[in-house]
C-alpha cells in the first residue's frame, strides 16, 4: 500500500514517555489519518488512530485500524516517520 506522510513529529514529555504523531493518506482514499504513538519506554508503543481534517466514515476508521494491526511494514513506516523526527 502506497501512503503519502503529510508530517511527523515525535517528542519527550518529561517523566511520562514519549508522545508522537505521524499524518498521512493512503493511496485511493480521501481520508487524512493521523496515528499518535505512545511510549513510556521509547521501545514498547501504543497507538490512537483518527481522522484529522474532519469526521469520517467509522467503517473507514475501523478498516484503516485493522490494516495496521495486520501490516507490521505500514506501522513500523509510520512509527520510523515520528521517530525521525524526534530531535538529536
Same mark, same amino acid.
Given at each position: 500500500?502506497?501512503? #503519502?506522510?503529510?508530517?511527523?513529529?515525535?517528542?519527550?514529555? *518529561?517523566?511520562? *514517555?514519549?508522545? *508522537?504523531?505521524?499524518?498521512?493518506?493512503? #493511496?485511493? #482514499?480521501?481520508?487524512? !489519518? #493521523?496515528?499518535?504513538?505512545?511510549?513510556?519506554?521509547?521501545?514498547?508503543?501504543? !497507538?490512537?488512530?483518527?481522522?484529522?481534517?474532519?469526521? *469520517? &466514515?467509522?467503517?473507514?476508521?475501523?478498516?484503516? &485500524?485493522?490494516?495496521?494491526?495486520? &501490516? &507490521?511494514?505500514? !506501522?513500523?513506516?509510520?512509527?520510523?516517520?515520528?521517530?525521525?523526527?524526534?530531535?538529536?
Amino acid at each position: 500500500m502506497n501512503i #503519502e506522510i503529510i508530517s511527523a513529529e515525535m517528542r519527550r514529555e *518529561g517523566e511520562k *514517555g514519549y508522545v *508522537g504523531n505521524t499524518v498521512y493518506r493512503t #493511496e485511493g #482514499e480521501k481520508s487524512v !489519518y #493521523e496515528i499518535t504513538f505512545m511510549s513510556k519506554n521509547g521501545k514498547d508503543w501504543d !497507538y490512537s488512530l483518527h481522522f484529522t481534517e474532519q469526521s *469520517g &466514515d467509522e467503517e473507514e476508521l475501523l478498516r484503516m &485500524d485493522e490494516l495496521l494491526e495486520n &501490516d &507490521d511494514d505500514l !506501522y513500523n513506516q509510520l512509527l520510523d516517520a515520528a521517530l525521525e523526527a524526534f530531535p538529536a
